[in-house]
C-alpha cells in the first residue's frame, strides 16, 4: 500500500462549546481523508472508508445545523457534500 495522505484524521480534541468553524475544519479534514484513502484501496476497505467519510459528514450536519449563519451552514455542506462525491 502506498504512504497515507498527509491530512491528519484526527483533530486535537473538540470540546463541547468548540467554535463552529473549528468543527467544521476538522470535519472538511477528516471527509478528505477518508475519500482520498478509500481511492486508494479496493473492495470493503474502499467502502469502508467511504462509510466513514459520509458518518463525518452526518456528524457534522447533527453537531452544527443549529448554526445561526444559513448561509454559512449550507455552503459548508457544499462543501462536504462535494468531498464525498469525488
Known amino acids: ?3 497515507l495522505p498527509t491530512v491528519n484524521p484526527m483533530p486535537r480534541q473538540l470540546t463541547k462549546a468548540s467554535p463552529y468553524a473549528e468543527v467544521t475544519k ?3 479534514a477528516q471527509v478528505a481523508y477518508y475519500m482520498q484513502f478509500s481511492r486508494r484501496c479496493m473492495g470493503d476497505e474502499a467502502l ?3 462509510e466513514i467519510a459520509f458518518g463525518v459528514y452526518l456528524g457534522w450536519r447533527a453537531l452544527v445545523e ?3 449563519d444559513r448561509q454559512a451552514y449550507l455552503q ?3 462543501r ?3 468531498l464525498l462525491n469525488c
Open 66 to 68: 443549529s448554526h445561526p
Open 26 to 28: 476538522a470535519a472538511l
Open 76 to 78: 459548508d455542506g457544499m
Open 80 to 82: 462536504l457534500e462535494a
Open 48 to 50: 469502508a472508508k467511504r
Open 1 to 3: 500500500m502506498s504512504s
